[in-house]
């Protein structure tokens, strides 16, 4: 499995980006999939998360402010994010989980992780 993050960028606070993440050896279409991120000093938090039947999660940090997708046709995983703050810089990371799961399963992984990890994409948000 890979998972290969690109969109991560420097923008002034208020601004957008558009994360994606790439799926190989990985199907998207019904799989649980999210995005996490990690500031400097900080552990590792989930973002988004979303469901094989596009069901989705936030942390509360983000909600209304970022939006989880996913294309199947592409494989592909998507994070827009608007209203960028300086709290949101962080390195972040696509990930999926191996095998089925329920939908509660999945939206818990929010908080518990996920099996396969990309190796993160940085972004910078300046106020």
């Known amino acids: 499995v890979q998972l290969v993050e690109s969109g991560g960028g420097s923008v002034q606070a208020g601004g957008s980006l558009r994360l994606s993440c790439a799926a190989s050896?990985?199907?998207?279409?019904?799989?649980?999939m999210g995005w996490f991120r990690q500031a400097p000093g900080k552990e590792r938090e989930g973002v988004a998360i979303i469901s094989s039947l596009f069901t989705t999660t936030y942390a509360g940090s983000v909600k209304g402010r970022f939006i989880i997708s996913k294309d199947n046709a592409k494989n592909t995983l998507y994070l827009q994010m608007n209203s960028l703050k300086p709290e949101d810089s962080a390195m972040y990371y696509c990930a999926a989980g191996a095998g089925p799961s329920g939908l509660g399963g999945c939206l818990a992984r929010l908080w518990s992780g996920m099996d396969y990890w990309g190796k993160g994409t940085l972004v910078t948000i300046s106020s």
């Open positions: 050896a990985y199907t998207v279409s019904n799989s649980c």
